[in-house]
């Protein structure tokens, strides 16, 4: 019986395998990097790269949509960088339904955070979305930069304390483990009034295991991840859900042990902390935070934009994820280029020390730091040059036809302008190629040059993304809903060090590599246990 079983399920497989081999729109005539792996395919690379520009090289040499061999278990794969087709997937009309987050992707989300805005789909992604929006407007978000401030002055105030212990004028510093303290510790004041203790060196638990988190469950992605991830896709959520909270998987995912921990200690300080915070709504308080806006909204019965106890936790965790380690790592990269970089390091500093001079000893507002052209011209220049996100997941429901906005070359020499893609086909939205394109960033795209927002000219004219035609903060319906935070994070840390603090390389450094660990993490060759490294020699500014 069984054995008729196993027959009948090998054959059907066969029949569907040969079905699909002739029915199936073909992707065999687009060009594509060869693969070393038969098991992880070209996707290993992805995430192997220690450059952060793997899309934009192979973008040089296949163009802008290539073909990806995909790891075992999964048929077609496909990396995009182009711009027409990029709007088409994420700004096209209808596209949120039609291309939705990849099923093995969002049951990582699942997996991290629980039942969040990042594990869901369709009508229920659109009542997380809109139960989380009220706390991430314009007003809402400026009103947080009195915390942001705090906390900037706070983390200078302890590099003044090292560099006076070191007798001299400088230290060398792990800039990446203080901004990453720093970034914790905002999160936690703003989004739900915790204090994480990272900065005055008194950890809790959960600050201890939240950054490293990411680079826990990624850091170093073998090919046996990617082809479990591969079946994930394959198996329902709730099946999923057991076996990455509950089965005896820690010897095939090392990092899974350590992520259930931190994800039970999480969800135990959210949930009392919801409990505290309704009992003091409840006797008028009117807290503006993260926390404080969600509760609110929740308030109000519409179905549209309810979230449940549950939901509302799962959302503050992912928060944490999503808002934390990517502003830190973002602004570590932006000292990094302006430690290579001392002359534009030099000039930003005028431009900030010309703008206090006019504010006599208050902080700097939200339109100040608006006002600041270089301020601004280094962060959009660091967000293309290194995005922390790479790849936006994606996968197409039905048959659908890319538009290309410059024509492709297939291997039989033909030349398209639009492509059509096969129902389930996994699509890398590749933001570094999308972000160092020569034809919209200009020749030197690969070239850090904060210049090029000072000239207008220059700014691409394809609208897309979220903030300054950057695919980095993603597009569209499940684009990056913390974007102005983190803008306005960056904009504030970064005049209050660079005014404070002149940032260098130090001599004879050790090799810095961007770590793809889903956030690009600096990192040293060799030292990949260590976590994230980025020793910049810090001296007090002249
Ligand atoms: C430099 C900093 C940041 C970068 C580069 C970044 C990047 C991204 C990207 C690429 C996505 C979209 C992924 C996709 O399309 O599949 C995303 C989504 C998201 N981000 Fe950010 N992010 C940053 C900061 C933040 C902050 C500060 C917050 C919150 C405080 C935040 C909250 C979110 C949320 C909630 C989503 C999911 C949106 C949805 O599914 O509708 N992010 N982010």
Request: hydrophobic share 40%; glycine share 6%.
């Amino acid at each position: 019986m069984i054995s008729q079983a196993l027959q009948l399920a090998a054959a059907f497989v066969v029949a569907r395998y040969i079905y699909r081999k002739f029915t199936q729109i073909s992707l065999a005539d687009l060009q594509g990097p060869p693969s070393k792996s038969w098991l992880a395919g070209n996707i290993i690379d992805l995430f192997a790269d220690s450059t952060g520009m793997l899309g934009a090289r192979w973008q040089s040499v296949y163009g802008t949509v290539m073909k990806l061999n995909p790891q075992i278990f999964t048929e077609n794969a496909i990396l995009v960088t182009d711009p027409a087709a990029l709007h088409y997937i994420f700004q096209g009309e209808g596209s949120a339904s039609r291309f939705i987050r990849a099923p093995e992707w969002y049951a990582m989300a699942d997996l991290l955070a629980g039942q969040c805005i990042g594990a869901v789909e369709g009508e229920v992604h659109k009542r997380h979305r809109k139960g989380i929006r009220p706390a991430f407007g314009v007003p809402e978000t400026r009103a947080l930069l009195p915390v942001f401030n705090a906390i900037a002055q706070k983390l200078c105030e302890k590099w003044e304390g090292i560099i006076a212990l070191e007798r001299g004028d400088s230290a060398v510093l792990n800039v990446s483990e203080w901004i990453s303290k720093a970034a914790l510790d905002t999160f936690g004041e703003v989004a739900f009034d915790y204090q994480f203790g990272g900065l005055d060196e008194k950890p809790t638990p959960l600050s201890q295991a939240m950054p490293t988190v990411l680079l826990e469950t990624f850091g170093t992605t073998s090919a046996a991840q990617l082809v479990l991830l591969s079946i994930l896709q394959y198996v329902p959520l709730s099946l999923i859900r057991y076996v990455l909270n509950d089965a005896p998987i820690t010897g095939i995912l090392p990092g899974i042990g350590y992520v259930r921990n931190t994800n039970k200690e999480s969800e135990r300080i959210l949930r009392e902390l919801i409990v505290d915070r309704r009992k003091m709504m409840s006797e008028g308080d009117k807290k503006k935070d993260i926390m404080g806006h969600i509760l609110r909204a929740g308030l109000s019965e519409d179905p549209t934009s309810k979230l449940t106890d549950y939901e509302i936790v799962s959302e503050l965790r992912f928060l944490l994820l999503a808002g934390q380690e990517t502003s830190a790592n973002t602004l570590t990269w932006a000292l990094w280029e302006l430690a290579k970089y001392p002359e534009i390091q030099t000039k930003l500093r005028e431009e900030i020390a010309e703008a206090r001079s006019n504010k006599a000893g208050k902080d700097f507002t939200t339109q100040d730091l608006q006002a600041m052209p270089l301020l601004n011209a280094v962060i959009k220049e660091t967000l293309r040059f290194t995005p922390v996100v790479q790849n936006m997941f994606r996968e197409n429901l039905t048959d659908d036809v890319l538009p290309l906005s410059s024509p492709i070359t297939l291997k039989s020499g033909r030349s398209v302008k639009e492509l059509p893609i096969p129902k389930g086909t996994k699509i890398y939205c590749n933001v570094t190629g999308y972000n160092m394109n020569p034809a919209l960033w200009g020749e030197d795209a690969h070239v850090f040059n904060p210049q090029r927002w000072l000239n207008q000219d220059n700014e691409s004219s394809n609208t897309l993304g979220m903030y300054a035609n950057l695919m980095t903060f993603s597009a569209g319906a499940k684009g990056c809903i913390g974007w102005r935070f983190a803008v306005m994070q960056l904009q504030n840390l970064l005049s209050e060090l660079i005014e404070k603090f002149e940032f260098a390389l130090p001599e004879k450094g050790p090799k810095v590599v961007r770590a793809n660990c889903m956030a690009t993490q600096p990192m040293i060759e060799g030292q990949y246990e260590k976590g994230p490294q980025l020793p910049l020699v810090v001296r007090r500014a002249a």
